[in-house]
């Protein structure tokens, strides 16, 4: 119930409009089916009722300065409320820069899982799934909600019926602002449609325009009523792809490649001068010994050449590894790594193991 019968208090006064059949229809079921909902209502009481609530509201909204553009770019409270739960205030020029090391990175199922199945289930409430056109009006509240939240400056979405096609194809073009949010926001797009069923056909993004267009089409995924855990998994991942390929890192700078690779175990820097390396070797020890603490300097030690991937620690509290370079490929690191090691500490070995004394 509102909290004042203001529309039956008020005096009113008669003035004739013209509008269309659709629109009369349109507006008529509107509030007969929000009556029902509700009769304790008065915003819904009658059709009078709700015309003069609506145009008292909108001349409110014109006095506080907002023009007839801004109805546009309308966020609802339903699109609002759902993404307060996932959302954080935070100053732009802070959070800008602190995604640009994320830029090719996934995203991690376990991190995002309750955003997953809600959105999932925020969907499945919101649309009728088998609709196309619903879902392009869920489309456009996404487009009012990230306008409004000055994400993107511009949305464009077209839905195609192919011949021949099973399900239709969504364009969906986005000019961002910024360049990292916008290219988060691009990903953790692309990885979620994947998780709920649609799959990214092609992507074509430009770094200089900010732009970014999506081809994307429903699979029998996107039906299934089903969790089906690892099969969303699989096409988030899919979909993901195409903003964190090593095409595009190759393209990007360097360090985005070494951080990629940083990852694979299998991969291990080397040295091409061993004088260089045996400097950097130095300043990082000088570092470890002025910022760190000292009853934790070897354990340091061992994390630097397990960060090169030279070997495994396979007990931190008794300081005992294993050297996973090659006996005959490597013969020059490995004899590298016991000498510089064997400056600080002594080394003993039992089989394929070496412990700190």
Known sequence: MTSKRFLSEKRTTH?????????????????????????EDDRVRSVSA????????????????????????????GMSSFYESFSFRATIPQHEPSLEKNRYSGLSFGKITSYLFAFRKYLIKNIDMRDFSTIKNLLERFKNYALANKTAKNYRFEVITEKGSKYPTLIWEIVGIYRN????????????????GIKLVNAIYSEHDNYCRMDLRP????FEEKIIKNKRIELMNENLRYFTNYSRILDDDDYYLWMNLAKEK??????????????????????????????????????????????????K??????????DKKFQ??????????????????IEDQYFIK
């Open 15 to 39: 003035q004739s409009i013209s509008i269309s059949p659709a629109l009369k229809d349109w507006i008529e079921r509107y509030v007969s089916v929000n009556r029902q909902k509700n009769p």
């Open 50 to 77: 709700f015309y003069n609530y609506v145009m008292e509201k909108v001349m409110d909204i014109f006095q506080k300065g907002k023009g007839l553009d801004d109805f546009e770019r309308f966020v609802d409270i």
């Open 181 to 196: 949010i916008s290219y988060e926001s691009y990903k953790f797009f692309a990885g979620t449609l994947g998780f709920i």
């Open 219 to 222: 699979t029998d995924l996107y």
């Open 266 to 315: 299998e991969f291990l820097i080397n040295f091409n001068n061993e004088n260089v390396f045996r400097k950097k070797l130095d300043s990082i020890v000088e570092d470890i010994k002025k910022y760190g603490e000292k009853e934790y300097f070897v354990l340091k030690m061992l994390k630097l050449f397990e960060k090169l991937h030279w070997i495994e620690i396979i007990d």
């Open 317 to 326: 509290k008794n300081l005992a590894f294993r050297i996973r370079l090659d």
């Open 332 to 349: 020059l690191e490995r004899e590298f790594l016991i000498k510089n090691l064997s400056d600080y500490v002594k080394i003993s070995k």
